[in-house]
């Protein structure tokens, strides 16, 4: 059972602080090894702040010792109630730069709080002056990271690390999202429009547009998770891919569906053709934008495909 903060003896807050201070260096280390292939300047910082950390543990050891004796009594973050918690990186990877900058300047700053809140409501001179020293401390280590993002994070530098940011990014959503979207709204338009034209009746078309979607949005999912595990290609996780692909492969189906909802069919289906092109030009874009395809070639290799699509489900709902 967890204990409360203001039930420890000093000699349990100094094992408690040895602890955390080892468990940040050790965060800050698995940071520095996550980011090194991609993002190696944000890594050193990283490295440079693990060192710092061991520094201050080092210090604390001393420190302990002198008072104490040999014997460090194992106290963690998880046996005080109340204290920081930190997440275990191995479940956060892939590591995002901006996240990882954001959380190690979180972990600085939640834990110089923790020890300056804690030091108000002690009343033993002697805990409370120890306490603010760690405040102190954990106050200079915010000051130390934003002095070595500024040392190695030249504009250079961040510009090429945002530029890998970008690549990810496009590989891990974009691309997934991309195919799905690709799929949904040009797979679909055969049946949705042979449907209408041969039913005439927009409730029946809206049942297989809607079934359709639904339908491809599950198979691409379960198609891109299964596609790899991203350890090679460095795609991310299979689950999210496979959920970025599944539900925009379901909402390139659903938006030239949803205009069957309308009763009268002729007004329906104009509707529909206008968000089919709408769709096909946003695709044409995001290709253009994220995937480095001239606009005029993506516009014309994707509207192509889809009015190939929607002439033959036109004719076969007219035959």
């Known amino acids: 059972m967890a204990k409360n903060f203001k039930d420890l003896s000093e000699q349990e807050i100094l094992a408690l602080a040895i602890s955390s201070e080892e468990t940040d260096a050790r ?175 927009s409730h029946a078309a809206f049942l297989v547009g809607l079934a359709a979607s639904v339908g491809a949005g599950i198979s691409m999912g379960f198609a891109e998770a299964a596609s790899d595990d991203g350890s090679l290609t460095g795609r991310g996780k299979p689950l999210l891919r496979g959920v970025v692909c599944g539900l925009m492969t379901t909402a390139g189906g659903i938006g030239h569906t949803m205009p069957y909802l309308i009763p009268n069919f002729r007004t329906a289906t104009a509707v529909a053709v206008v968000i089919v092109a709408i769709e096909l030009l946003l695709i044409s874009w995001i290709r253009n934008r994220y995937m480095d395809t001239p606009f005029l070639r993506a516009a014309f290799q994707v509207i192509v495909g889809g009015v190939l699509v929607f002439l033959v489900g036109i004719w076969i709902g007219s035959s």
């Open 27 to 201: 965060i800050y280390a698995d940071f520095a090894a996550g980011l090194k292939a991609d993002y190696p300047a944000t890594a050193q910082i990283f490295k440079e702040m693990e060192a710092e950390e061991d520094e201050h543990r080092r210090n604390l050891i001393d420190d302990y010792r002198r008072r104490f004796g040999e014997h460090i009594p194992l106290i963690r973050r998880e046996d005080v109630k109340g204290f920081v918690h930190r997440k275990p990186v191995w479940m956060i990877r892939p590591l995002g730069i901006k996240t990882v900058r954001r959380q190690a300047q979180i972990m600085e700053t939640e834990t110089q709080r923790f020890y300056e809140r804690a030091a108000s409501k002690v009343g033993d001179i002697s805990t409370r002056k120890l306490l603010g020293d760690l405040a102190e401390a954990e106050r200079k280590h915010v000051t130390l990271a934003d002095d070595l993002q500024r040392e190695q994070l030249t504009p250079d530098v961040e510009a090429e690390e945002d530029k890998a940011h970008r690549r990810l990014f496009v590989l891990q959503i974009v691309q997934p999202g991309l195919a799905g979207l690709m799929d949904g709204s040009v797979s679909t338009l055969a049946p949705v429009f042979a449907a209408a034209f041969a039913t005439h009746n």
